[in-house]
């Protein structure tokens, strides 16, 4: 069963059904039964209509939860509802769903982190460690969101700062994590900048852009991860830095700075460089500064440590990194990193030993432990 057809399918499908009649909070539990149903019935028999046997065993899902309800009547009118059988309509919904999903009646926060699970597909743990909670926390988040818009009439969509926001978690999780959603994300932010014309929409297509063109480079033969520094530039994909530089500048010359456009900023002149050793890491510097101006994100803050560590030096790099949480992802191996730039071949190799514990994905692990096998065999030798 190909599970990506099944995860492209699923934003329409929950479209018609709340389209239709149904509440979130039931049209998503519809179609959950109904991907269920088709991870056991298409190995044998694939439908010649996907999208259309989705929407029929959905609604047909939705239904049958209906009719245990006391409201007779509310039953009857759904049922003389029910859509023909036939072809779906081969429209795109995902974005309006997405908008959609940005409910007024949700916080910001319950937004992004009820469209990333129904919509965008990933899990509540991939939820929790974008937004550094527990996944207890964030369960709990999600539950209240959906409680919220059960029953609520989906015709006020939320603002185009919360669908940024979904999208953007969406592209790093398709980026770095274990579910390919970064082309997905592409894809939507294209359309979006095609529809409004906003310069913070521009800066998020320019900065996954920028990132998505160093994607063939980021691992090696074996899976391996491959840093920053190490990778072969030779593989970037140059046109498409350069079209994702050509939008930031536009963006910028707009002269209404934003968190996207910034961060475009930063990875534009990683792009730039011909060589790590070339990087522009002073105005990296700058552009961070101005990053925690407008986000204060320790997130940003860690990176920052990073990059003050590469302009002004690793002892500067571990001054700024005091400052910060001990308990932020990633710390620790920022200050392996650091330690062993300083010349502390010792620590380092216990701070990338306690990083690869805590690594977020199997790729990430193997390298940290990989980084603290390599010092201490030197320190052996």
Same mark, same amino acid.
């Given at each position: 069963?190909?599970?990506?057809?099944?995860?492209?399918?699923?934003?329409?499908?929950?479209?018609?059904?709340?389209?239709?009649?149904?509440?979130?909070?039931?049209?998503?539990?519809?179609?959950? +039964?109904?991907?269920?149903?088709? #991870?056991?019935?298409?190995?044998?028999?694939?439908?010649?209509?996907?999208?259309?046997?989705?929407?029929?065993?959905?609604? @047909?899902? #939705?239904?049958?939860?209906?009719?245990?309800?006391?409201? @007779?009547?509310?039953?009857?009118?759904?049922?003389?509802?029910?859509?023909?059988?036939?072809?779906?309509?081969?429209?795109?919904?995902?974005?309006?769903?997405? #908008?959609?999903?940005?409910?007024?009646?949700?916080?910001?926060?319950?937004?992004?982190?009820?469209?990333?699970? %129904?919509?965008?597909?990933?899990?509540?743990?991939?939820?929790?460690?974008?937004?550094?909670?527990?996944?207890?926390?964030?369960?709990?988040?999600?539950?209240?969101?959906?409680?919220?818009?059960?029953?609520?009439? #989906?015709?006020?969509?939320?603002?185009?700062?919360?669908?940024?926001?979904?999208?953007?978690?969406?592209? /790093?999780?398709?980026?770095?994590? +274990?579910?390919?959603?970064?082309?997905?994300?592409?894809?939507?932010?294209?359309?979006?900048?095609?529809?409004?014309?906003?310069?913070?929409?521009?800066?998020?297509?320019?900065?996954?852009?920028?990132?998505?063109?160093?994607?063939?480079?980021?691992?090696?033969?074996?899976?391996?991860?491959?840093?920053?520094?190490?990778?072969?530039?030779?593989?970037?994909?140059?046109?498409?830095?350069?079209?994702?530089?050509?939008?930031?500048?536009?963006?910028?010359?707009?002269?209404?700075?934003?968190?996207?456009?910034?961060?475009?900023?930063?990875?534009?002149?990683?792009?730039?460089?011909?060589?790590?050793?070339?990087?522009?890491?002073?105005?990296?510097?700058?552009?961070?500064?101005?990053?925690?101006?407008?986000?204060?994100?320790?997130?940003?803050?860690? /990176?920052?440590?990073?990059?003050?560590?590469?302009?002004?030096?690793?002892?500067?790099?571990?001054?700024?990194? %005091?400052?910060? +949480?001990?308990?932020?992802?990633?710390?620790?191996?920022?200050?392996?990193?650091?330690?062993?730039?300083?010349?502390?071949?010792?620590?380092?190799?216990?701070?990338y030993a306690e990083a690869a514990r805590k690594a977020p994905n199997l790729a990430e692990r193997d390298h940290?432990?990989?980084?603290?096998?390599?010092? /201490?065999?030197?320190?052996?030798?």
């Amino acid at each position: 069963m190909d599970e990506a057809l099944v995860r492209s399918l699923t934003p329409g499908v929950l479209t018609i059904l709340v389209r239709r009649g149904a509440d979130f909070a039931a049209a998503e539990d519809a179609v959950q +039964d109904a991907l269920i149903e088709a #991870f056991h019935v298409w190995p044998a028999a694939p439908p010649r209509d996907p999208k259309g046997w989705l929407v029929t065993v959905a609604w @047909r899902k #939705f239904l049958d939860q209906a009719r245990a309800d006391s409201a @007779r009547r509310r039953r009857e009118d759904l049922t003389e509802d029910e859509p023909p059988p036939g072809p779906a309509p081969g429209v795109d919904d995902t974005l309006q769903l997405y #908008f959609l999903c940005a409910h007024p009646s949700l916080t910001p926060s319950s937004a992004v982190a009820l469209t990333l699970r %129904a919509v965008g597909g990933l899990t509540t743990r991939q939820i929790a460690r974008a937004y550094l909670v527990p996944e207890a926390t964030m369960a709990q988040r999600i539950s209240r969101a959906k409680r919220t818009v059960s029953g609520v009439r #989906f015709d006020r969509p939320g603002d185009v700062a919360t669908v940024l926001r979904v999208l953007y978690l969406v592209f /790093n999780e398709g980026y770095s994590g +274990d579910v390919d959603l970064a082309a997905e994300a592409i894809r939507l932010t294209r359309q979006l900048a095609a529809a409004i014309d906003h310069p913070e929409v521009a800066g998020l297509l320019a900065l996954m852009l920028l990132h998505h063109a160093r994607r063939a480079s980021r691992t090696g033969p074996d899976g391996s991860l491959v840093p920053l520094a190490e990778q072969d530039r030779g593989r970037w994909d140059t046109r498409m830095i350069a079209e994702g530089i050509g939008i930031l500048q536009a963006a910028l010359a707009r002269a209404r700075l934003g968190e996207f456009q910034a961060q475009a900023a930063v990875a534009a002149l990683h792009a730039d460089a011909p060589t790590a050793g070339e990087t522009d890491w002073v105005q990296i510097v700058e552009w961070y500064d101005e990053l925690a101006r407008l986000t204060d994100s320790p997130v940003v803050r860690l /990176n920052r440590a990073v990059a003050i560590g590469e302009a002004d030096g690793p002892r500067a790099g571990l001054a700024a990194l %005091a400052a910060l +949480d001990e308990a932020l992802p990633r710390y620790a191996a920022v200050a392996a990193y650091l330690h062993e730039r300083d010349g502390d071949p010792e620590t380092a190799a216990r701070l990338y030993a306690e990083a690869a514990r805590k690594a977020p994905n199997l790729a990430e692990r193997d390298h940290l432990t990989r980084q603290a096998a390599r010092l /201490n065999a030197g320190r052996r030798r």
